[in-house]
């Protein structure tokens, strides 16, 4: 089959370097203004499960290596490789929802916001990732650093079958039942899945009724103290409160008072997933208990929320239409430690937009736990980490050696890397980082197996850049 008979035989849409449209259409794969410099041969933008099977024979047949695009959101912009083609699956966003048996099964296209929509007018909920327009696909094979992580875990465990088109171009269904190892994999195994992920069928929850936030501001002078104190309540919180120590720019109201920290300032957010008020309001007057608590700059308390509003809020912090770095770890060290050792960087970001995150345990478990029947290694007490945010390419160098100053630091904190919100092309070796030697081992293993000839690029980084 040639490009032409391909264009013929899809629904969807084929782009190649000589179409005039090309650089727009790559630009648009990735959501991160900064984009990056490499090209695929073709793009092809599938219209259903047919159209992948058509498009994985061709790359298969004309020796073209495949990536997958989802949302593009991955921030070092991986749906975009060297040569080959891009399989872009953003017409793929429908979903059945099964309000009777807490099931839903999804196209891999649709964002964290309009699930939690979709779900919601059936009364269930899904542990969605933070930013409203990340889309499931490539945040759910990354495991999924969810809300409410302590009390659901990963997104990924509730995950109960993924439906795949494989490098031989033929459908099938990855489960705990069918094709076991595959369904490992795809769990956690983010930017280096080798088959085409075309549908997930999900196990939901009942919809929280009472989401309720409380949110206190403080100075960076008493840093230690606090994150001391609020990470010693979260282990006696119970698991549906989502606990968060924020580095970041101070609210206008405050500035004033920070200025002898260049206007930054710590903020815990806590966020009770609760079914009752009474629930919200008991666990989330835990935070109450302490000394430290009463040196608060501002606080907010029990502010009734929802997923619509948590979007509204996480995608104020992460706007679209900017520069960003990231990393994001998890860790086992003190969150103390951590905090103060990134003080004094946040004091010195070069823009106002950057920020720090770190979520802490609750419910008397570490907030990410080891779990053998998934390819996610994540486990430990604390995840987070580093986000630079700037608008102009003209201040990319300050950004970028601050980024790299703050990553440097984190490194000697990290247990694992996340795989989905981690630089892999500014450094492969935290391809590795993000799995156990055991599990990493076993994945490459599943690879060879389902994917022989390499048809799928797999993890980008080393001199693939
Ligand atoms: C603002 C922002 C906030 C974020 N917040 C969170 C968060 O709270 N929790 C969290 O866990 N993550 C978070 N992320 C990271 C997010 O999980 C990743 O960026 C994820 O890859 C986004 O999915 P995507 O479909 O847009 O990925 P894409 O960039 O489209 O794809 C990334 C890679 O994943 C693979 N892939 C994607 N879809 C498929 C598929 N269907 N089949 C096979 N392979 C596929 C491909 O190899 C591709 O190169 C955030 C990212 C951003 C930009």
Redesign the pocket.
């Known amino acids: 089959m040639n490009l032409d008979q391909l264009r013929r035989s899809i629904k969807g849409r084929v782009v190649t370097k000589v179409d005039h449209e090309f650089e727009s259409v790559k630009a648009a794969?990735?959501?991160?203004e900064i984009k990056p410099d490499r090209s695929p041969e073709v793009i092809v933008t599938v219209k259903d499960d047919d159209d992948v099977i058509v498009a994985v024979n061709f790359a298969r047949e004309n020796g073209l290596k495949i990536?997958?695009?989802?949302?593009?959101?991955?921030?070092c912009?991986?749906?975009?490789?060297n040569g080959g083609m891009i399989?872009d699956?953003a017409n793929?966003n429908e979903s059945t929802i099964d309000k009777t048996n807490r099931t839903a099964v999804i196209q891999?296209?649709i964002s964290?916001r309009e699930l939690a929509r979709r779900l919601s007018e059936h009364d269930l909920a899904f542990p969605?990732?933070?930013?409203p327009?990340?889309?499931?696909?490539?945040?759910?094979?990354?495991?999924?650093?969810?809300?409410n992580l302590s009390e659901w875990g990963?997104?990924c465990l509730s995950v109960e079958a993924i439906e795949?088109v494989t490098a031989d171009g033929k459908k099938l269904k990855a489960s705990a039942t069918e094709h076991p190892e595959l369904f490992w994999a795809?769990r956690g195994c983010?930017?280096?899945?080798?088959?085409?992920?075309?549908r997930f069928h999900l196990k939901c929850f009942p919809l929280p009724k009472t989401i309720m936030t409380s949110t206190y501001f403080y100075s960076l002078d008493d840093l230690r103290e606090v994150v001391d104190e609020v990470t010693a309540l979260g282990w006696k919180m119970p698991s549906i409160i989502e606990l968060s120590i924020f580095l970041m720019k101070a609210p206008p109201e405050l500035s004033a008072q920070c200025k002898k920290s260049n206007g930054k300032v710590c903020m815990v957010s806590a966020v009770a997933f609760a079914y009752t008020k009474e629930e919200a309001e008991a666990t989330l007057a835990m935070l109450e208990s302490g000394t430290a608590v009463k040196k608060c700059l501002a606080k907010m308390l029990n502010e009734p929320s929802s997923f619509e509003k948590l979007s509204d809020v996480?995608?104020s912090a992460?706007p679209e239409g900017h520069r960003?770095l990231?990393e994001?770890q998890c860790s086992k060290a003190k969150p103390s430690d951590i905090l103060m050792a990134l003080r004094n960087k946040i004091i010195d970001a070069p823009s106002e937009k950057s920020v720090m995150v770190f979520c802490q345990s609750t419910g008397q478990h570490n907030l990410l736990e080891p779990y053998d029947d998934i390819a996610l290694s994540m486990d430990a007490q604390s995840y987070g980490g580093s986000?630079a945010i700037w608008e102009k390419a003209e201040e990319d160098a300050a950004n970028i050696k601050w980024q790299n100053e703050v990553a440097f630091i984190i490194k000697s904190f990290t247990s694992t890397h996340?795989i989905?919100?981690t630089d892999i092309v500014e450094d492969n070796t935290r391809v590795q980082g993000s799995y156990t030697p055991e599990k990493w081992k076993k994945l490459e293993k599943i690879r060879a197996k389902y994917d022989p000839e390499g048809l799928?690029?797999?993890y980008?980084g080393g001199t693939d850049k």
Do not use: D, Q
């Not at 990536?67 to 921030?75: I, N």
């Not at 912009?77 to 490789?81: H, I, P």
């Not at 969605?128 to 930013?131: D, K, L």
């Not at 983010?190 to 075309?198: K, N, Q, R, Y």
């Open positions: 794969m990735v959501w991160n990536v997958v695009h989802g949302g593009g959101h991955t921030w912009g991986l749906a975009v490789r399989i699956l793929l891999p296209v964290n969605i990732g933070h930013c327009t990340v889309k499931a696909s490539g945040y759910l094979l990354n495991g999924g650093m969810s809300w990963p997104a795949f795809a983010g930017p280096g899945m080798f088959a085409v992920a075309t996480a995608g992460w960003n990231c994001n986000w996340y989905g919100e799928f690029f797999g980008l």
